[in-house]
Nanobody
């Protein structure tokens, strides 16, 4: 079993930055990639960024050039550096562990972008 715990959300002004963290606890041996998803009110959950165990990354077009996903394997932690935030980036951000035996999800952290 794997537990994922996100942190780092909050309120930021447009153009500002936030860094989200996702700490993985438990047996994560079946996980081949980690990802960030987000869900805004009234919308479906959508992928934001993915990072594989070998460090390959992929981003949604809407965040390319502004967001950076990274991981510290020694700390079992994934990060999402979000720069130049826009009001449309506001959502609950979820950490996901994509595994061979199923996917794991964190509880989510709220990101609000408003002046």
């Amino acid at each position: 079993q794997v537990q994922l715990v996100e942190s780092g959300g909050g309120l930021v002004q447009p153009g500002g930055s936030l860094r989200l963290s996702c700490a993985a606890h438990g047996n994560s041996g079946s996980i081949y990639a980690m990802a960030w998803y987000r869900q805004a009110p009234g919308k479906q959950r959508e992928p934001v960024a993915t990072i594989t165990n070998d460090g390959s990354t992929n981003y949604a077009d809407s965040v390319k050039g502004r967001f950076t996903v990274s991981r510290d394997n020694a700390k079992n932690t994934m990060y999402l550096q979000m720069n130049s935030l826009k009001p449309e980036d506001a959502a609950v951000y979820y950490c996901a562990g994509l595994g061979t035996r199923g996917n794991y999800w964190g509880q989510g952290t709220q990101v609000t972008v408003s002046s």
